[in-house]
């Protein structure tokens, strides 16, 4: 095979879980010219300088613009012999890719629309997404992964400048959690952990261990969440203005991390950090961070509702969005101090740290 595609339209998070194919495909065709489809800039510079991929192309967002048209007509002329879809797309995807650009080996689920897929899986709510897409992939390819894998590049350029903000902050050789509160995803922000939660998480664990320092990040569309959490707890600096790459080295130096439902869950699962994650509107089962030393944490509250996402509850919630702000800070300090104590048990076991694979 000569050329293959991967499309992934939907988040950064949704992209870090499509990494295990993106690895598998590299395994099985190292010679083949790998390009990847994305829908955002964020989601292009994670795997900009990966050695799993050759080309990325940014795919336009609304499916009515005229530029999704061209963007498939344009994809003809890269000659691509397969396709693998790895999110659900509308109907039309699958026909432009057929169609347009003249794609023989269409790969994905849906449901719906089998007739547009040369080889179509099923998703399945209660199936983790990494296991449906690399099951998806095992339909077509015949190989079965049992163990993904996560290589997220991070450039020595990046591991510096984040080490010298680290530094700045005195946070130099200090031993520290990073916590995200933020989320970008959602009609308003249900995802999101309420600040007051984050601080009593920080306190409580100040008192297990008052040398432990903690990292609040804040991405571009987190900024007016940053505000709400000054004064900063002794305990915590805050870092906003990274680059992803500088993230990802902050993320990969973190002791533990805490975050609501978000990209930076995954990517720190993926780099093999122990991850504790709130959820509330969205589906754990199929979304949550892959990983041994991943823990999920759900409001005790037995919400009928849960989860809303993919319904007609999804941004208006009837229950002012208990399902995150009953969670409580021990729910999280247990799961993080479990996360923990798995982490350490694999890498006793191992004799070295645990893989990206866990």
């Not at 613009?65 to 509308?90: N, S």
């Not at 997404?129 to 049992?146: F, K, N, P, S, Y």
């Not at 993904?148 to 050789?173: C, H, N, T, W, Y």
């Not at 961070?289 to 993919?310: I, K, M, N, Q, Y």
Request: net charge positive; hydrophobic share 40%.
């Amino acid at each position: 095979m000569k050329s293959i595609g991967v499309y992934q339209n939907w988040g950064l998070g949704d992209l870090v879980m499509t990494v295990p194919v993106l690895a598998e495909l590299r395994r099985l065709h190292p010679e083949a010219r790998i390009v990847l489809m994305v829908h955002g800039r964020p989601q292009g510079e994670l795997l900009a300088a990966s050695p799993l991929v050759d080309e990325i192309l940014q795919i336009p967002q609304s499916y009515k613009d005229v530029r999704q048209i061209l963007f498939f007509a344009r994809l003809r002329a890269k000659h691509l012999d397969a396709v693998f879809v790895g999110t659900r797309v509308a109907p039309l995807v699958a026909f432009m890719l057929r169609v347009v650009s003249g794609v023989r080996v269409v790969v994905g689920d849906g449901n719906r629309h089998g007739f547009l897929y040369t080889v179509q899986n099923r998703v399945r709510p209660g199936v983790h997404r990494v296991e449906r897409m690399l099951e998806t992939l095992a339909l077509w390819t015949g190989i079965r992964v049992d163990r993904p894998v996560f290589p997220l590049p991070i450039s020595d350029e990046d591991r510096r400048s984040a080490a010298a903000v680290l530094a700045a902050k005195g946070l130099a050789g200090r031993r520290y959690v990073a916590h995200h509160p933020g989320s970008s995803r959602g009609r308003g922000n249900e995802k999101r952990l309420p600040p007051t939660l984050v601080r009593e998480v920080i306190a409580a664990l100040a008192e297990r261990d008052p040398d432990l320092r903690h990292v609040l990040l804040f991405g571009p569309a987190d900024q007016e969440l940053r505000e709400q959490f000054e004064p900063l707890p002794p305990q915590a600096v805050a870092l906003t203005g990274l680059r992803l790459g500088e993230t990802e080295a902050v993320l990969a130096g973190a002791a533990a991390f805490v975050g609501s439902d978000s990209a930076l869950g995954h990517i720190a699962a993926a780099l093999g950090v122990p991850t504790v994650t709130a959820v509330g509107p969205s589906n754990p089962a199929e979304t949550r961070p892959w990983g041994a030393s991943t823990r999920v944490v759900l409001s005790r509250e037995d919400l009928a509702c849960r989860p809303c996402w993919f319904t007609p509850l999804h941004g208006n919630c009837p229950h002012r969005g208990r399902c995150m702000t009953e969670i409580t800070p021990d729910q999280i300090v247990d799961a993080l101090l479990d996360a923990l104590s798995t982490k350490a048990a694999d890498a006793e076991t191992r004799g070295s740290p645990p893989s990206r694979s866990d």
